[in-house]
């Protein structure tokens, strides 16, 4: 067989050790060492590309959709009670639904970036949907649901609707989830990507940028929750709506304007076709030989490498799944490789990457269990309290309380940033303090106590209801939950976007953000399921269940005491397996043990390594 028929590099693994790989020179310091290019698939340039005046752009785009979308979401719930007539359960079931679908379209997003569109024409198309979806969305409030005029309110709900002007809000408010959805796992990731984290300085900035990332979200919604939230509850439904109209074609307007000025990543095509051939080549060759403990692995040259990105490293762990890339087997006899006998080491070690999150991932769910019940059941806990304030003729609208949520996380952002993790950096020795898993198990246990908080607060307020025949307990007895819940997102929900995006391989980042958001997903799907199970075990003759119409009958509480000890055990088992996880990479010849000391994710090779 001629050399250049398969060119390989042999990798020798004896035991535990590894043989180290020889790096090129770096580049020219005027270029990205990250494989980016600009808008005509040249080597980025450093000066003129990406940094923060495009993640700048990235940032401000992402609060400006975050404020069109919470516009919708945040009061949907009582949207669905006020307008179309559902019940506190049903209405609290459909928006966990439709919130769940929102992020299980991010995967449908992240597949067509990773393999085939690239990160930037995905966010451009589907956040067009997601505009459109919101013009429609006003247009038929205006037109159709608003009927008669003036419904809405609190006192003034409205009339029945056709299933014909149902089914268009039911479209419009799905384009909306499938817009949103599509373009949230990708935005995180491609401002990310305008920051070499081969560059130590960029590589820094790209940490914070997440923290950033997720501040603009925060501060998009405080506007929601606040402004449109208060209009909104005072019957100005399609006005708010066409506020979040504009805000979004606005985001969409600067989005596009940042297109000559960033960083683009080139999609790696289909990474679910990539692990099939892992595990079909694997178990074809499950009855490969090692020759005296010696096997030879499969690296490929830039031809063979499938993702468009950096090669990986061989690592120990999921030994069956390195039979794939045995390179002593009859494939490598052939003229021309077959991918479904022999895979390249990258496609493996992509493989392994995932198989070693998703214990992770899954320990994050219930987390997304208890973060769901500020959109819903915390809204419905908060219209039962009284509302008064000083102001003649205003009310707290029961919706805006997630401002305290949105202002634990400004200052929990800011705090930590400047103070809490350069403090802690001196006791870890890691210069970005606590790993992100120390901080995700953080956040399960304060999410614990916000689920406690809100149970505690439920038995007064159901107290002084039973005793004064009216719920006289004020909302802002609430403001501790929502507190609780904003510090425990951040250490929970931008810890798991830097450790996700950081143990991807580079063809699955934005699979990995889509990761993040699914756990949202099923989060609210599992949500649905808990409320339905609980409300049809609780309800029998005689007993309106835990969470009825009237919540001064029922026992929410025990609902939130429920979610604590649910959270609690969640906890348990996160322990168990973050204390077992270890992604056993190494990056430019160093260990993992490196890694940990240099605050890296530490899972890829060079990009000059070939």
């Not at 559902?86 to 928006?95: D, K």
């Not at 997630?402 to 870890?428: E, N, Q």
């Not at 909302?475 to 939950?481: E, K, T």
């Not at 199970?533 to 029922?554: C, F, H, Q, S, Y």
Request: charged share 20%; glycine share 10%; aromatic share 12%.
């Amino acid at each position: 067989m001629a050399e250049e028929d398969i060119k390989m590099r042999v990798i020798v693994v004896e035991g535990e050790e590894m043989s180290a790989p020889t790096l090129k020179e770096d580049k020219c310091c005027e270029y990205t060492l990250d494989g980016s290019v600009d808008i005509k698939g040249r080597p980025a340039v450093k000066g003129r590309s990406g940094g923060w005046i495009a993640g700048g752009l990235i940032l401000v785009n992402q609060g400006l959709a975050t404020l069109a979308f919470f516009g919708v979401n945040v009061n949907l719930v009582l949207f669905l009670t006020r307008v179309l007539q559902q019940g506190n359960g049903e209405a609290a079931n459909n928006v966990s639904k439709w919130t769940g679908t929102v992020y299980m379209f991010s995967l449908i997003g992240a597949f067509v970036s990773d393999s085939y569109w690239g990160r930037y024409k995905t966010c451009a198309i589907f956040q067009g949907i997601f505009v459109l979806g919101l013009a429609l969305l006003s247009l038929s409030s205006r037109l159709y649901l608003i009927r008669p005029g003036g419904c809405g309110m609190e006192h003034a709900p409205c009339g029945p609707h056709s299933g014909k002007e149902l089914g268009i809000f039911y479209i419009a408010l799905y384009m909306i989830a499938f817009g949103n959805g599509g373009y949230q796992p990708n935005v995180a990731t491609f401002g990310a990507d305008q920051f070499d984290e081969e560059d130590p300085a960029e590589a820094h900035s790209k940490v914070s940028f997440f923290s950033y990332f997720y501040l603009a979200l925060n501060l998009g919604s405080l506007f929601s929750n606040t402004f449109l939230s208060y209009i909104e509850d005072n019957g100005s439904w399609a006005l708010g709506f066409w506020v979040s109209t504009a805000a979004a074609a606005t985001a969409l307007a600067l989005f596009l304007c940042g297109t000559f000025r960033y960083r683009y990543v080139q999609p790696g095509g289909n990474p679910i076709g990539r692990v099939v051939q892992v595990a079909v080549a694997a178990c074809r060759n499950r009855n490969a030989e090692e020759s005296q403990g010696v096997v030879c692995l499969y690296e490929g040259d830039e031809k063979d490498d499938c993702s468009g990105g950096r090669k990986l490293v061989h690592t120990q762990g999921f030994s069956f799944l390195d039979r794939a890339a045995y390179a002593d087997t009859d494939a490598k006899l052939q003229g021309k490789r077959d991918p479904w006998k022999l895979c390249t080491v990258t496609q493996v070690e992509e493989v392994k990457s995932i198989l070693r999150l998703l214990p992770i991932w899954l320990c994050t769910i219930l987390y997304s269990v208890v973060f769901t019940q500020m959109a819903s059941l915390f809204v419905v806990q908060g219209a039962a309290m009284r509302r008064t304030t000083p102001f003649p003729g205003f009310s707290v609208p029961p919706s805006s309380m997630s401002a305290f949520d949105i202002l634990t996380v400004a200052a929990t952002i800011f705090l930590y940033r400047r103070f809490v993790c350069p403090l802690l950096a001196r006791f870890t020795g890691r210069r970005t303090g606590p790993t992100e898993l120390q901080r995700m198990g953080f956040g399960l246990v304060v999410g614990a106590m916000a689920m406690a908080t809100a149970g505690t607060v439920e038995l007064f307020r159901k107290d002084r209801a039973t005793a004064a025949m009216s719920s006289d307990l004020h909302i802002m007895w609430q403001a501790p939950q929502y507190a609780l819940i904003g510090l425990s997102e951040v250490m929970m929900y931008v810890g798991q976007l830097e450790f996700f995006n950081g143990e991807m391989p580079d063809g699955l980042k934005s699979f990995g953000s889509a990761l993040c958001m699914m756990s949202m997903s099923l989060g609210n799907y599992f949500s649905d399921v808990i409320v339905s199970a609980v409300t049809k075990v609780t309800t029998t003759r005689g007993r309106p269940g835990w969470i009825p119409a009237d919540l001064n009958e029922g026992h929410l509480d025990r609902f939130y005491f429920l979610l604590a000890v649910l959270a609690v055990a969640d906890f348990a088992v996160y322990l168990v397996y973050a204390s077992r996880y270890g992604s056993g990479k190494a990056v430019d010849g160093r260990s993992d043990v490196d890694d940990e000391e240099e605050g890296t994710a530490g899972q890829v090779a060079s990009p000059e390594y070939a």
